[in-house]
């Protein structure tokens, strides 16, 4: 099975390599959110709940538009699925002797893979926020952001799994992932925020991956709790939503 | 292989099939009903019926796609519902619509599917070349498969299907898409894999096409209605075939239908008639001597394989 993952993952990103368009809806767009709404939201709003970390809410933004580069990696990764499905590769791939969990496994490691990539891309911004990375702190850094973009990617394989159109993804990118991010503290500090969005933020699993990155980026101390909290929820995740596609993957 | 459940005969065969049903969730029919029948190894099976006749539901049992509701299949003696994984390894697939990445090259193509099917990349390597080769596709196997027209890349299929070395291949409709000349280039290569002793299922719904099988598996309804040699299936009603089509066919029907014998038949349906007998020429000449009815159309002749179908099924094949 491992050189079937291998051949499946190296057309994930070979694919990803030749359309321009997922690198600027990847990259672009989260670069985008950060300088627009960090830097004009910054001015305006004194944000409660933050009492230390970064002087700035373009700094405070920083962490959570790396995740929303990780994120909108995950999304277009999967919506791959369904154009697999209608270009029929992926019937090719389901009538050979290879394990459907084949499928998974390579799917959730490139959009892991190309998510992290991205994501690095934009932590070499960090200096210009004045922020001087050890060498365990970036490590630390891409260890996360890579357990994360497994789940994730693994989260939108179920849902495009499930789903015929790109369009019908869409709707779930719109009312369940983006949502997701929204409220994981990425945008603004859980602490002064309604109550109710409080216990959403509490509940969300992609609160505890982006409160460990915003901890290694900003905390003087090595931020061990938050890092192996946000860790551990994330491997958890990553062997569920293994599970899950493996069983949905391997009905026929 | 498994032996434990499966006798000696089918064993012998390329695919056995017996009492093989399927519905779909929420449909209140069968698909497919309870169909049975053996595919000799090393021949072309033709598997021809119209839409909705549930040819392509059986060909994605027969492909491992579908569990089936009821009863089994064998590929080379291993049963597609206990092992569908072995199954697969004997297979080659061709789908109706094409199975390639448009974004990866001819080549690379072909190198994913060999790694699916556990081939080394010495293999593949090999493989690859002599199969490009054969479809004359070596020039253009670093092209894109976006770039490449509906022939080139109906030609790249074929070469990734049998990349693997299949002793069966399965092909849904394989020439969708193929302009005439290409369909001839593309039966020729069928015939040259037959000739080296691979077993070929195709299923179609264009006659041309069936005629040039060896055998012929005929789909109505979810069933197989009809099962032989094209030849054999002709000769089996031992007749000849008339046809009148215009808006005189009706009355023309209604002028013989006294005379007719006991052995001929007759079917009439709005704008045409049709006449099975074994007396066309006597037939002939009358229908002829009443064309001023009103014929646009008459044919005279040995049965065709829609001629064969309308025998089989009572309905035009359309």
């Known amino acids: 099975m491992n050189a079937a993952v291998g051949a499946l993952l190296k057309r994930e990103i070979l694919r990803f390599a030749r359309q321009r368009s997922r690198w600027i809806g990847a990259l672009g767009t989260p670069l985008m959110f950060w300088l627009f709404i960090g830097g004009g939201l910054g001015s305006s709003f004194r944000m409660p709940g933050l009492e230390t970390g970064p002087t700035s809410y373009l700094g405070y933004f920083f962490p959570g538009a790396i995740f929303l580069s990780v994120l909108f990696t995950a999304i277009f990764s999967t919506i791959s699925v369904i154009e697999d499905r209608h270009e029929g590769f992926l019937q090719g791939v389901l009538t050979s002797p290879t394990p459907p969990m084949a499928l998974v496994l390579a799917k959730m490691l490139g959009g892991a893979l190309l998510g992290l990539a991205q994501a690095g891309l934009m932590l070499a911004i960090a200096p210009l926020l004045g922020l001087e990375l050890s060498i365990l702190r970036v490590l630390a850094a891409f260890v996360l952001l890579f357990v994360s973009g497994f789940w994730l990617t693994g989260l939108g394989f179920y849902f495009a799994w499930k789903l015929d159109s790109v369009q019908g993804f869409h709707g779930v990118m719109n009312t369940v992932l983006v949502p997701l991010w929204l409220l994981s503290g990425a945008v603004f500090p859980s602490g002064g925020s309604a109550v109710p969005l409080q216990w959403a933020t509490r509940l969300n699993p992609l609160s505890y991956e982006v409160a460990g990155l915003q901890a290694l980026l900003w905390e003087e101390s090595f931020p061990w709790t938050a890092w192996g909290m946000a860790l551990s929820l994330g491997v958890g995740l990553s062997i569920l939503l293994v599970l899950v596609g493996e069983r949905m993957t391997s009905r026929r | ?318």
């Not at chain 2, 990349?163 to 290409?182: F, K, N, V």
């Not at chain 2, 719904?205 to 030849?231: N, T």
């Open chain 2, 1 to 318: 292989m498994e032996i434990g459940n499966v006798s000696g005969s089918q064993l012998a065969l390329a695919i056995a099939v017996e009492g093989l049903g399927y519905r779909y969730p929420g449909a209140s029919t069968d698909a497919v009903n309870e169909i049975s029948f053996v595919i000799p190894r090393g021949c072309v099976t033709g598997i021809l019926g119209p839409n909705g006749s549930g040819k392509s539901t059986t060909f994605r049992m027969l492909s491992t796609q579908l569990v089936p509701s009821r009863g089994e299949a064998w590929i080379d003696g291993v049963s597609v519902r206990n092992n569908p994984a072995a199954a697969r390894a004997s297979l080659g697939v061709t789908f109706q619509s094409p199975s390639l990445d448009p974004w990866l090259s001819v080549e690379e193509n072909l190198e994913i599917h060999g790694r699916l099917f556990g081939l080394s990349r010495a293999e593949i390597r090999s493989r690859t070349t002599e199969l490009l080769k054969l479809f004359g596709l070596l020039a253009r196997r670093k092209e894109r498969v976006r770039t490449l027209s509906g022939g080139l890349a109906r030609r790249t299929e074929l070469a990734k299907t049998l990349l693997s070395a299949p002793q069966i291949l399965l092909l849904d409709e394989p020439t969708t898409g193929l302009d005439p000349a290409a369909r001839v280039d593309f039966w020729n290569e069928l015939r040259k894999l037959r000739s080296g002793g691979i077993t070929i299922v195709v299923a179609t719904h264009l006659l041309e096409e069936a005629e040039l099988c060896d055998e012929l598996l005929f789909f109505s309804e979810g069933k197989v209605v009809g099962h032989g040699a094209p030849d054999e299936l002709r000769a089996a009603g031992g007749r000849e075939v008339l046809q009148a089509e215009g808006s005189g066919a009706l009355g023309i029907a209604e002028k013989l239908r006294p005379v007719l014998g006991m052995s001929d038949h007759l079917h009439v349906e709005p704008g045409r008639m049709r006449l099975e007998t074994n007396e066309g020429a006597r037939w002939f000449e009358q229908i002829r001597s009443l064309s001023t009815m009103g014929v646009d159309n008459l044919r005279w002749g040995k049965p065709t394989l829609a001629d064969v179908y309308f025998r089989l099924t009572g309905r035009e094949y359309r």
